[in-house]
């Protein structure tokens, strides 16, 4: 029986998150629906936050949330520096319309300069 159990996340959607957010760390700039970029923004400044603690376990917690090590050096290298002052909101969302072949709204999901 499955008293009080709550529904966990698809296999497929936690790879396809996984991936859109080491997409939008290497390329600070990704197009995706706004649903999309609404369900990685959380994920992508708790991993910037995590990247400005600096010591070892956090570094493999993020190797271990992303899967991607090119994602994380660069995470470490030059975005979490960069933010080392800011306390949040590390991501925009910019609403651009639907996408003409089936009318999904679109966005761009990117880092502030």
């Known amino acids: 029986m499955r008293h009080q159990k709550k529904n966990k996340a698809s296999h497929r959607e936690v790879t396809m998150y996984r991936g859109l957010v080491s997409s ?3 390329q600070e700039r990704i197009i995706t629906t706004e649903a999309r970029a609404r369900g990685i923004r959380p994920q ?13 376990q956090a570094r493999r917690l ?9 994602a994380v050096r660069k995470l470490w290298d030059e975005i979490s520096p960069r933010y080392a002052q800011r306390k949040g909101g590390y991501t925009r969302i910019v609403k651009l319309g639907n996408r003409h072949g089936d009318g999904a709204p679109m ?3 990117e880092l502030v300069k």
């Open 62 to 70: 993020a190797v271990q949330r992303i899967g991607h090590k090119k």
């Open 44 to 56: 992508a400044e708790k991993l910037i936050t995590l990247g400005k603690r600096e010591n070892l």
């Open 107 to 109: 966005a761009i999901i």
């Open 24 to 26: 939008l760390l290497t």
